[in-house]
């Protein structure tokens, strides 16, 4: 089984840079894609980033050209680099991978931008 820990929210100026990671330990060698999705209103989960085991990423629209996600294979973590914060990023950020073992989710990290 996989679990994920998360570190690296807080609060933040409009403007302003977080960096989220999120460490893999367990099953760590099943995994395929690793990647971050935000609470949305209504209880929805928006898909931020995700990255493939060879590197391949997506974007959300909204946070292309602001957001970048890296992974360390080695290390079984992955990075979400977030400048230019906005109010509007304001939620809980979430990290999951995809394994053999199905989806697994992170605790879940506050990200809080003040403007």
């Known amino acids: 089984q996989v679990q994920l820990v998360e570190s690296g929210g807080g609060l933040v100026q409009a403007g302003g840079s977080l960096r989220l990671s999120c460490a893999a330990s367990g099953s760590s060698f099943s995994i395929t894609v690793m990647g971050w999705y935000r609470q949305a209103p209504r209880n929805q989960r928006q898909l931020v980033a995700r990255?493939?085991?060879?590197?391949?990423?997506n974007y959300a629209d909204s946070v292309k050209g602001r957001f970048t996600i890296s992974r360390d294979v080695a290390k079984n973590t992955v990075y979400l680099q977030m400048n230019s914060l906005k109010p509007d990023d304001t939620t809980v950020y979430y990290c999951?991978?995809?394994?053999?073992?199905?989806?697994?989710w992170g605790q879940g990290t506050q990200v809080t931008v003040s403007s």
């Open positions: 999951y991978v995809d394994s053999s073992s199905g989806r697994i």
């Open positions: 990255v493939s085991r060879s590197g391949i990423t």
